[in-house]
């Protein structure tokens, strides 16, 4: 995965994540400094487009907006430890990094949720001593699960009916 192929989309998570600032000079001001990042990264070079976006398309399926700081604060993440190699005393890049940063610490809770989905990725499911503690739970897992599934399944056909 190259460099190109990541900066072509920090305007679109800009973008989304603009929906919640709701503050249209901030946007303005950043697409310039985007377009900077752009030209450093040689984004409109012919082989960006190989292979798809890599965050665009994986947003379109997180709808609800706590699902959606989840997603954004990886993402978001990624954006600032791709910025920390590139050179900093150059004032789009500042300016970039400092938004990011602010969107960052305003999804806090996203990343404790991304964290603990890191977590569980790591469970050795194939180790006695985890399937013990796993049987253990299971009850009270489903237990949790009860009162707000249906209510969720409810929600989503409600938004596939009137596309909000
Ligand atoms: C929008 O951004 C401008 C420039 O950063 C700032 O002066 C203004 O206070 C902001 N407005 C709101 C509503 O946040
Ligand atoms: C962008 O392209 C120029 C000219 O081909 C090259 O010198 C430079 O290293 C490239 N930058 C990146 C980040 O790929
Ligand atoms: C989004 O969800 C729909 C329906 O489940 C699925 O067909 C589609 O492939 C998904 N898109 C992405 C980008 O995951």
């Given at each position: 995965m190259?460099?190109?192929?990541?900066?072509?989309?920090?305007?679109?998570?800009i973008?989304?994540?603009?929906?919640?600032?709701?503050?249209?000079s901030?946007?303005?001001?950043?697409?310039?400094d985007?377009d900077?990042?752009?030209a450093?990264?040689n984004?409109?070079?012919?082989?960006?487009?190989?292979?798809?976006?890599?965050?665009?398309?994986?947003?379109?399926?997180?709808?609800?907006?706590?699902?959606?700081?989840?997603?954004?604060?990886q993402i978001?993440?990624?954006?600032?430890?791709?910025l920390e190699?590139t050179?900093?005393s150059?004032?789009?890049?500042?300016?970039?990094?400092?938004?990011?940063?602010?969107?960052?610490?305003s999804?806090p809770?996203?990343?404790?949720?991304?964290?603990?989905?890191?977590?569980l990725?790591?469970?050795?499911m194939?180790?006695?001593?985890?399937?013990?503690?796993a049987?253990?739970?299971?009850?009270?897992?489903?237990?949790?699960?009860?009162?707000?599934?249906?209510?969720?399944?409810?929600?989503?056909?409600?938004?596939?009916?009137?596309?909000?």
């Amino acid at each position: 995965m190259t460099c190109q192929t990541y900066s072509l989309f920090v305007l679109s998570v800009i973008m989304i994540c603009f929906g919640r600032f709701g503050n249209s000079s901030i946007l303005a001001q950043l697409e310039n400094d985007i377009d900077q990042l752009k030209a450093d990264f040689n984004s409109s070079n012919s082989d960006v487009a190989d292979g798809g976006p890599i965050f665009v398309d994986k947003l379109t399926n997180w709808t609800e907006r706590n699902e959606k700081r989840i997603i954004l604060s990886q993402i978001v993440s990624m954006y600032l430890e791709m910025l920390e190699k590139t050179d900093k005393s150059k004032a789009h890049i500042r300016h970039i990094s400092e938004e990011l940063y602010t969107l960052k610490n305003s999804l806090p809770d996203g990343l404790k949720k991304m964290k603990d989905l890191m977590d569980l990725t790591k469970l050795q499911m194939s180790d006695l001593k985890i399937q013990r503690k796993a049987a253990n739970e299971l009850f009270s897992v489903l237990q949790k699960l009860e009162p707000s599934a249906p209510l969720k399944k409810k929600r989503s056909q409600f938004q596939k009916k009137c596309k909000c």
